[in-house]
């Protein structure tokens, strides 16, 4: 394994980890109960998506925040993960602090 592939995969992990535990629960606990989601998709697919989409601690916010509004007096219908931020174009470049020659 190359290492940048390495350096992506520990850059993940949070996130790979948090949805396994997702994982878990869906496979485990959920079946469990009787299905009393309000809102499609469920709070754990939601969950899911959101870390995939925006990372390990903005997508445990999002999935945090779903499951708090998941109760008896939510309208409940349609809730999708909200899309990820676009970088900044300056993000991806290195040499923007460089000086522009004057003419």
Same mark, same amino acid.
């Given at each position: ?12 992990? *949070? ?19 009787? *299905?009393? &989601?309000?809102?499609?998709?469920? &709070? ?25 509004? &998941? ?10 993960? *909200? ?17 522009? *020659?004057?003419?």
């Amino acid at each position: 394994m190359s290492g940048r592939r390495l350096l992506r995969l520990v850059r993940r992990l *949070p996130v790979l980890t948090l949805i396994g535990l997702v994982r878990v629960y869906q496979v485990v606990f959920s079946p469990l109960t009787p *299905p009393t &989601c309000r809102y499609y998709p469920s &709070c754990s697919s939601y969950a899911v998506t959101a870390l995939r989409r925006h990372g390990a601690v903005r997508g445990t916010w999002l999935a945090v925040r779903r499951v708090a509004r &998941c109760h008896p007096w939510a309208p409940g219908g349609v809730d999708d993960v *909200p899309p990820a931020r676009e970088r900044s174009p300056r993000a991806h470049t290195h040499h923007s602090h460089v000086a522009q *020659p004057t003419h």
